[in-house]
């Protein structure tokens, strides 16, 4: 990738982690559920389902945060476009794609396979 290209696609996902923390600001902030003066337990059923979709929408935009603030880091320390797992060149054509990739196809095949197995293994356990 172009020193340019770099430069402008820090500035996107910057600008992705500013937007991204206003709408996190603004779910719920790590406020608790109490619905123990809530005596309809149908509105407590929906009070507890909004809150848990809230929780998990909050959960899901924090994790792609950190996933665009390493992204920033990576830039930053001149390791961006590198396969964390083995340090080869990760393709242009798949940064382009996305932005966030820390592996090469064949490192994040295998690490997918692993989590497959290592599910697997839990949910035999379970
Ligand atoms: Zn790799």
Redesign the pocket.
């Known amino acids: 990738m172009k020193s340019g290209d770099i430069l402008s696609l820090r500035n996107k996902l910057c600008k992705k982690i500013e937007e991204l923390r206003e709408v996190v600001e603004k779910t719920n902030d790590g406020k608790k559920l109490d619905t123990f003066d809530v005596p309809d337990l149908y509105d407590r059923a929906t009070l507890e389902h909004n809150f848990n979709s809230e929780m998990a929408m909050r959960n899901k935009l924090e994790s792609l945060l950190h996933d665009i603030h390493d992204a920033v880091v990576r830039i930053d320390s001149g390791t961006f476009g590198n396969?964390?797992?083995?340090?080869?060149p990760?393709p242009t054509k798949r940064i382009f794609a996305n932005p966030l990739a820390n592996?090469?196809i064949?490192?994040?095949e295998k690490t997918e396979m692993k989590q497959k197995i290592r599910r697997l293994v839990a949910s035999y356990n379970a």
């Open positions: 396969c964390e797992k083995c340090g080869n990760i592996q090469c064949h490192c994040m």
